[in-house]
């Protein structure tokens, strides 16, 4: 086999390899579950602790601001509901996790949704996610929790969001207690809930 022959195998085995990876990951994307970010026992027993940046400031701690779209069409802010504890949901339709955890938030939203902010922030790009389709996901689910639109990205930018769903827990003082990466569990909702309520 000559010098040519053998660069050229090589080439198509790395292309194979490459379009193989691709098609599998394209496969299981819509499945993946991110790690939290705390512990696989606070995880699987729904219990949850304050931040390990406690030792900063409160003003280190402090949540960034933003401005998003409400349901009708008028901006809000993250600080209009300081006072009260706030849990911000980032999420996309066409993200499986999210869909996933949907009905934990709905749940615990009609149950304690007098007591907690429950901020379900939509990733409105305006490609894959418009308001009108997100309307229409939110009407067909049937769900009642306060939808919000990030059409000009400024809460995802704000708290750096890749991947969802990203859940950020907020004091009513306005400070990040803790924030989980992937799809939350009933326990871990309700467990959320108990630290800042």
Known sequence: MNQKTTVLILLLFIVLVFVVGKLVYDSIKDDYTPVYTQSDESRDTGSVSKSDENNK????N????FSVLDYEGNIVS?????G???IINFWASWCGPCRGEMPVFEELYKEFGEEVVFMMINLTDGKSETVSSVKEFITDEGYTFPVYFDTEDSASTA??????PHTFVINKNGNVETHFIGALNEN???AIIDLIR
Do not use: H, V
């Open 62 to 65: 402090t949540a960034p601001d």
């Open 159 to 164: 708290y750096s969001i890749n991947p969802i």
């Open 78 to 82: 993250l600080s209009d509901f300081y």
């Open 188 to 190: 871990t909702l309700r």
């Open 57 to 60: 400031s409160e003003q280190e």
């Open 84 to 86: 009260k504890p706030i």
